[in-house]
Structure formats: C-alpha cells, structure tokens
T-cell receptor, first 113, second 115 residues
Framework: QQQVKQSPQSLIVQKGGISIINCAYENTAFDYFPWYQQFPGKGPALLIAIRPDVSEKKEGRFTISFNKSAKQFSLHIMDSQPGDSATYFCAASRDSGYSTLTFGKGTMLLVSP | GAGVSQSPSNKVTEKGKDVELRCDPISGHTALYWYRQSLGQGLEFLIYFQGNSAPDKSGLPSDRFSAERTGGSVSTLTIQRTQQEDSAVYLC?????????????FGPGTRLTVT
C-alpha cells in the first residue's frame, strides 16, 4: 500500500515560472513532512520540511503548503531557475521516537532556459 | 566536514553472485539507514540501525538481503545470490538520532547492475 502519492511524475516549467508538486498521504499518524531534492548521481538532500502545526512554510523561493484536513501538502518553487532542475521527493513520517521516512515516487523537474 | 560515503559507486555482477555494499556514515551519527531506489519507484526503506542494533528489518525484500553495522560506524549491506530485480541504486543515510526531527544525510549511492 503506497502511503504517499506524489504528482506529477514529471514537470517542465519555463525559467521564471512557478513549479508546483503535490503529495497526498494516508496515515493520519504522520506529522513530519520533508521535501528532498536529488541531482543526477547524487543522493537526496533535505530541501525544506513542515510540521502540521502550520499551514505554510517558506524558505527563499521554496514554499510548502499543508492541508491537514485533506491530508495533502505541496511544494511551490517560485521564479524557477534551470539550476532547480532535479528530482523532488516528498516524504512523511511520525516525528517522535524511531520513525522512518515514507517517500513519494518523485517528480522530475526540468526548468527550461 | 566529510559527508556520507558509499563504495563502490558502481557494481556490475552476474546473477547468482553475492555482493557487499559499504556505507561510511558521518562521524558521530548514531542512526544509519539503507534505502533502495529503483527507476520510477521512489526510495524504498530497507533497514535502519541505531548504534549497532537493527530494530526494524521489515523493509528487507527477502532473506537474501542482510546488513550489519560495526563499531557504531561502518555498515555493510549484503545481497546473496543476486537476481536481476535487485538492480537498483542503493542509498545509505545517517542522522544524529533516529527521530525524524534529525535530518537524514544521504550518500551518493551504489548503482548495482545484475546481468
């Protein structure tokens, strides 16, 4: 059973545009939602994370929006740049004790110049 | 400082052979995780270590897979009698502690190809 569903699978955005990636989760026990960015040949790296006590978190051009009632969260990349071209993974876990991250299947983002 | 390192970076093996994949975590990190990344399948959790103990082995796909960690540091993932479906990128991550509050730092992965 896939517990975190991510869409779209791939995305092409023009430079300067807004990239939006969506995720939905099923397990109501999840209370920590990170996004990871992965460049080819590299391991994923934490980009930004949110906990359900807030509905939005912004770090530079990256914003997470969180809708607890809908069990959905999304990543918005404002003013997308070619250097943002990468694969993005959403994930979810419980934020207490031992917890493993459950990842979405990833979104391959290409920002065209 | 040094990040998580993995070796080899690439491994090509024949079906039926055993392989060992190595992970060197960030010094001082007590938690260590192994994931498998297949094309279009995201990251699949395999196993985690807290110190040298592996409390959760539920993600290992079969009894051909095993892992150990020694000295609270280096970890080895062993796949016996490799099959073509084992072909994937195997990622290792480490964090200060196992709680999600502590960021997992990933290594570059080992690309395993079973022919």
């Amino acid at each position: 059973q896939q517990q975190v569903k991510q869409s779209p699978q791939s995305l092409i955005v023009q430079k300067g545009g807004i990239s939006i990636i969506n995720c939905a989760y099923e397990n109501t026990a999840f209370d920590y939602f990170p996004w990871y960015q992965q460049f080819p040949g590299k391991g994923p790296a934490l980009l930004i994370a949110i906990r359900p006590d807030v509905s939005e978190k912004k770090e530079g051009r990256f914003t997470i929006s969180f809708n607890k009632s809908a069990k959905q969260f999304s990543l918005h990349i404002m003013d997308s740049q070619p250097g943002d071209s990468a694969t993005y993974f959403c994930a979810a876990s419980r934020d207490s004790g031992y917890s493993t991250l459950t990842f979405g299947k990833g979104t391959m983002l290409l920002v065209s110049p | 400082g040094a990040g998580v390192s993995q070796s080899p970076s690439n491994k090509v093996t024949e079906k039926g052979k055993d392989v060992e994949l190595r992970c060197d975590p960030i010094s001082g990190h007590t938690a260590l995780y192994w994931y498998r990344q297949s094309l279009g399948q995201g990251l699949e959790f395999l196993i985690y270590f807290q110190g040298n103990s592996a409390p959760d082995k539920s993600g290992l796909p079969s009894d051909r897979f095993s892992a150990e960690r020694t000295g609270g540091s280096v970890s080895t993932l062993t796949i016996q009698r490799t099959q073509q479906e084992d072909s994937a990128v195997y990622l290792c991550a480490s964090s200060l502690y196992t709680s999600a509050s502590y960021e997992q730092y990933f290594g570059p992965g080992t690309r395993l190809t079973v022919t």
